[in-house]
Nanobody
Framework: QVQLVESGGGLVQAGGSLRLSCAAS????????MGWYRQAPGKQRELVAD???????RYADSVKDRFTISRDNAKNTMYLQMNSLKPEDTAVYYC?????????WGQGTQVTVSS
């Protein structure tokens, strides 16, 4: 059974940093582009950043120059390094990817940035 498990969320003061991880496990023969999304209370889920299997990246304008997405294909793991965090970055962060041609979402990890 394939699973996506996020970790690394928490409470941090404005200006601080956090690193999120998303690990895929199970019987995996194909992983396509991977992405981080977030959803704040009362708002729609939005794309934060994504990365293709050949390491091409794109970012939401709101996180450019502060967040860095990366992946380790050998470990089937994706990361999100978040620096200079702002209160408006507070949200539940989800990872998403297509594994073996099926779409999967992680369970989400809470990131809270205090002012």
């Amino acid at each position: 059974q394939v699973q996506l498990v996020e970790s690394g969320g928490g409470l941090v003061q404005a200006g601080g940093s956090l690193r999120l991880s998303c690990a895929a496990s199970g019987s995996i023969f194909s992983i396509k582009a991977m992405g981080w999304y977030r959803q704040a209370p009362g708002k729609q889920r939005e794309l934060v950043a994504d990365i293709t299997s050949d390491m091409r990246t794109r970012y939401a304008d709101s996180v450019k120059d502060r967040f860095t997405i990366s992946r380790d294909n050998a470990k089937n793991t994706m990361y999100l390094q978040m620096n200079s965090l702002k209160p408006e970055d507070t949200a539940v962060y989800y990872c998403n990817t297509a594994i073996n041609y099926h779409d999967y979402w992680g369970q989400g990890t809470q990131v809270t940035v205090s002012s």
